[in-house]
């Protein structure tokens, strides 16, 4: 997914299936859109690290399917 933030800002940030995304943009995001408060968006692939933001500085969200056999192995 890839979140298009107020003043040109992108950040990428992978869900390991459409339903966590799911999950996470109708309980975290659709109910605070349009709220300056704070919301964690979670980072599942960077150990120790979270990044939060304003949902009312969200201008446009990218999903992109990922398939297996495209992923890089590690």
Known sequence: ????????HREEVRFAT???FQKWYSSELVPKAS?????????????????VLRPSRV?????E???SSSMERF
């Open 1 to 8: 997914m890839h979140l298009l933030i107020d003043g040109g």
């Open 18 to 20: 459409i339903q966590e």
């Open 35 to 51: 709220s300056n408060d704070f919301i964690t968006v979670p980072i599942k692939n960077i150990q120790g690290e979270y990044m």
């Open 59 to 63: 201008l446009g969200i990218r999903v």
């Open 65 to 67: 399917p990922v398939f």
